[in-house]
C-alpha cells in the first residue's frame, strides 16, 4: 500500500437512489473534498472542519456546479482507515455518482482497488484480519443470524477466542522449553500427562469452532433443499407457498412437474436454496420417468429434504418407499392439506423421519413449525446471536490445520516421541492461528482476502 497515494471510489451501488457516496482516503483526502465542494457557507471548508463533522455544499467541476452534497470529515488516526477521510453523500444517480468520482481522479487521487479502504484499516492497525473479513460477512449476511455472527466477529469476539487459544499455546510451549532445559526424569510422565490434558482441551476448542463453522455455513450460504414426494400431495404448491410467488405449475393432474424446479427463499430467518421435484411413482411414460430419477438424484444430494404426504389419504407403500430411500438423510415430513381432514398420524412417519410438521400449504398454516424443525434437523438452534464462529473458507483452513498440528503433537506424546518434536507441532499449530487472526499473514494471503472485497469498502 502507498500510504501518499489518496483513494477514490463509488461506496454505493449504481441505480438509483435518494442518496449515493463517494468516499476518499489519504494524505489529500480532505483537500480534493475541498476543492470539489463549494459549501453552502464561505467560511466553513472541509478542510477546515474537525473530524466527525460536515458540511452542505455543491458539487462543482470545470463545467460548473452539477449537484447539492454533504461532505462528513473524519481525521486519522480517528477514522475506519485509520487516514483522513471524507465521504461525499450527494443524490444517488449513476450518472452523478460517475461525474462526482471523475471528478475526484481529475483533482489527484488514484481509484481504490477491491476493499482497499478496510484493507488500509487493517495494515494501520484499525482492524485485525478477522475482523476485516467480519465486514464482507455483514455486508454478505442475508438474515439475522448470519448478520450477528458477523457483527460479533468484526466487534472482536473470534479474534479474542483464537488469541486466548494461541496464548494458551505459546505457555506450551514456554513449559516445554524449559522442560528440554532442565529435565526432571522422575516427573517425566505426570508432566507428559498434564501436557496431553492441556493440549486436548485446546484442540477441542479448536474442534468447536470447526463444528460451528459448518453450521454458521447453512446461514449464511443457505441449505440445499429438496421436496419430494408422490405426484399430487402438494409439493408444488409448497413450493409456490415458501418463495411467495408462481414458481411451479399447479394443477389435478398427476405428474405436472417434470423437470426440478428452484428458487432461493427465506424461511423466516434460514436461507433454503429450494428445489420442487417431479412426483415419484411408477410410470411407462419415458419423460416422466426420467423427471422421477432426476427427483431421486436431486433427494440423494440434497442437504435437506422435505418429503410432502397428502394427510387426506392414508400412509401408501409408495410413501413408505420414498421415506425409506431417506434413511440417514436429515429430512422432515409434511403432512400437508390438514384444512381437508388428517389421516396420517405422526406415529407411522417416526420409523422413517423422527421429525413430522402437519401443515396446508396452501392457506400457509403451519410455516412457523416448518422453520421450527429445520432449525432442529440442521442443529442450528444450537447456535446463539453473536456466537463467535467462523466466517471464511481461509479461517477454517487455518483452524483445522491447527487442529491437525495439535493432533500430531498428541500421537507424538504418546508414542514416546522427544519434547523437541512435540514443541515443533506446537509452534506449526500457533504459527496457523496467528495466521488465521493476520499476524503472521503474508502478503499474498492479505491480497486474496481483500479481492474478494467490493470496490468502495
Not at 212 to 233: E, H, M, Q, S
Not at 263 to 287: F, H, K, N, Q, Y
Not at 358 to 377: K, T
Not at 427 to 434: I, N, P, S
Request: aromatic letters at 4%; glycine letters at 8%.
Amino acid at each position: 500500500m502507498d500510504s501518499q497515494t489518496t483513494i477514490a471510489a463509488i461506496s454505493t451501488p449504481l441505480s438509483p437512489a435518494g442518496i449515493g457516496m463517494v468516499r476518499l482516503s489519504g494524505p489529500h483526502a480532505l483537500d480534493i473534498a475541498q476543492r470539489l465542494v463549494r459549501p453552502a457557507d464561505p467560511k466553513r471548508s472541509p478542510a477546515s472542519l474537525p473530524g466527525y463533522s460536515g458540511l452542505y455544499g455543491r458539487v462543482y467541476d470545470q463545467d460548473g456546479e452539477f449537484d447539492e452534497a454533504v461532505v462528513f470529515v473524519y481525521r486519522a488516526p480517528k477514522s475506519y482507515t485509520g487516514e483522513d477521510v471524507a465521504e461525499v453523500c450527494c443524490h444517488g444517480g449513476a450518472y452523478l455518482l460517475r461525474r462526482t468520482l471523475s471528478r475526484c481522479f481529475q483533482l489527484g487521487a488514484s481509484p481504490a482497488g477491491p476493499g482497499e479502504f478496510t484493507k488500509r484499516a487493517f495494515l494501520n492497525g484499525k482492524l485485525s484480519l478477522t475482523q476485516a473479513e467480519a465486514v464482507a460477512g455483514l455486508i454478505a449476511a442475508q438474515g439475522s443470524q448470519s448478520a450477528a455472527a458477523a457483527l460479533a466477529a468484526r466487534d472482536g469476539a473470534l479474534q479474542q477466542r483464537i488469541e486466548r487459544i494461541a496464548q494458551n499455546l505459546v505457555h506450551l510451549s514456554a513449559s516445554l522449553a524449559a522442560w528440554i532445559d532442565y529435565p526432571d526424569e522422575e516427573q517425566d510422565a505426570v508432566f507428559g500427562e498434564r501436557l496431553a490434558a492441556q493440549m486436548r482441551q485446546e484442540q477441542q476448542e479448536l474442534h468447536g469452532l470447526l463444528e460451528g463453522y459448518k453450521r454458521g455455513r447453512l446461514f449464511r450460504d443457505g441449505i440445499v433443499t429438496a421436496i419430494v414426494g408422490k405426484p399430487n400431495v402438494g409439493k408444488s404448491t409448497l413450493m409456490n407457498l415458501l418463495s411467495g410467488r408462481q414458481k411451479s405449475i399447479v394443477t389435478a393432474i398427476p405428474g405436472t412437474t417434470r423437470d426440478v424446479v428452484e428458487s432461493r427463499v427465506m424461511l423466516g430467518d434460514i436461507l433454503l436454496e429450494l428445489a420442487d421435484t417431479a412426483g415419484i411413482r411408477e410410470t411407462d411414460d419415458p419423460v416422466e420417468a426420467a423427471g422421477v430419477d432426476l427427483a431421486r438424484s436431486t433427494a440423494r444430494t440434497a442437504q435437506l429434504v422435505l418429503v410432502v404426504l397428502d394427510s387426506t389419504d392414508r400412509l401408501q407403500d409408495e410413501d413408505r418407499k420414498i421415506l425409506e430411500e431417506l434413511s440417514g438423510k436429515p429430512a422432515i415430513a409434511v403432512i400437508n392439506k390438514t384444512d381437508a381432514g388428517q389421516n396420517i398420524a405422526p406415529q407411522e412417519v417416526f420409523p422413517y423421519v423422527r421429525e413430522t410438521v402437519a401443515m396446508s400449504a396452501q392457506s400457509g398454516d403451519g410455516v412457523q413449525q416448518l422453520e421450527e424443525a429445520v432449525l432442529r434437523v440442521m442443529e442450528l438452534d444450537q447456535l446463539t446471536p453473536g456466537q463467535d464462529l467462523l466466517i471464511s473458507e481461509r479461517q477454517l483452513l487455518c483452524a483445522q490445520a491447527a487442529h491437525d498440528q495439535l493432533a500430531e503433537a498428541l500421537e507424538a506424546l504418546e508414542n514416546g516421541m522427544t519434547f523437541d518434536a512435540i514443541n515443533v507441532c506446537l509452534d506449526c499449530a500457533l504459527d496457523e492461528l496467528l495466521v488465521l487472526t493476520g499476524q503472521r499473514a503474508s502478503e499474498a494471503v492479505v491480497d486474496e482476502v481483500f479481492s474478494k472485497f467490493c470496490v468502495g469498502k
